[in-house]
């Protein structure tokens, strides 16, 4: 039988849009909220810069993909003629959204689909889904591209650090990571993610500056043996981003760089000054 595959994912993967066209990435937005009138989707009709201009008077709340927006995705997929899907989400363990897609794709009989939990977010989930979709360009393989995406993602590890923890904290996404006392003493968790798909403190400095820093030494030492695709994200800290990125590019062993914005439902829960790394082995 002839595969034709098709690759999903979710607005908080990060991909700029050119790729998603390029590669034929369908992407199902999650919602940002604010009240009942007044509803968005990530990354569709409202940008970061909106839900960081309204902080802190204003934060609003975060929900999956609708039911129907799934639906009607896999119903046209299926209208479509796609044999396979390979659907790659957000981490369970920060997001329903994996979980809502696994439970509606058992009901397309007709399709063979993978859903697969990133245990990431961000460029962490998107370089996974870029990757997928470049093997279904080459191969049009679908297990080649299940077994590229799920490599990927056993090489990824992804730190950050934050404004504050307040907002983390007020969406319930705080996992992990401590807010102690420390905070009043300047004192910044680096944060990873574990196992589960869930935050917590890989460690501690004290400042912002130190905590970039950090970050710097973080990834230096990570690749001292190894060839690494490096991304640095950010909230609403384009300078500051752009500062660590060209140290990085100046470390040897660094394949390749991505820089981009979070997208707003990242935003929401992380607040405007997130700076972040993902290190992925090539």
């Known amino acids: 039988m002839n595969e034709k595959v098709a690759v999903v994912t979710d607005s908080t993967c990060d991909l700029d849009k050119e790729l998603i066209h390029k590669y034929n990435i369908h992407v199902l937005p999650l919602n940002v909220i604010y009240s009942d009138e007044e509803e968005y989707l990530d990354r569709v009709d409202i940008s970061p810069k909106e839900i960081y201009d309204r902080m802190p008077g204003e934060v609003p709340s975060t929900s999956l993909p609708s039911p129907a927006n799934i639906i009607n995705l896999f119903k046209k997929l299926e209208k479509e003629g796609f044999t396979h899907v390979i659907s790659i989400h957000i981490s369970s363990g920060l997001s329903g959204t994996y979980n809502a897609v696994r439970t509606i794709a058992r009901d397309f009989k007709n399709m063979v689909i993978e859903v697969i939990d990133s245990k990431a977010l961000s460029l962490g989930l998107g370089i996974p ?53 420390g905070e009043i003493m300047q004192i910044k968790p680096i944060i990873s993610i ?89």
């Open 194 to 282: 574990n196992e589960e798909g869930k935050y917590y403190t890989f460690d501690k400095v004290r400042g912002r500056k130190k905590s970039l820093h950090k970050l710097f030494e973080i990834t230096s030492k990570k690749i001292e043996s190894k060839k690494v695709t490096v991304a640095v994200m950010h909230g609403g800290a384009g300078d500051e981003a752009k500062e660590l990125l060209d140290k990085i590019k100046q470390l040897p062993n660094v394949e390749n760089t991505y820089t981009g914005q979070v997208g707003p439902v990242i935003g929401v829960h992380a607040g405007p000054g997130l700076i972040g790394v993902c290190i992925i082995e090539v």
């Open 129 to 181: 889904v870029l990757e997928a979709a470049k093997s279904i360009k080459e191969t049009m393989n679908f297990d080649v591209a299940v077994k590229k995406a799920k490599d990927i993602m056993s090489k990824t590890e992804i730190y950050f650090v934050v404004g504050t923890l307040d907002y983390l904290r007020k969406g319930g996404r705080i996992g992990y990571v401590a807010g102690t006392i």
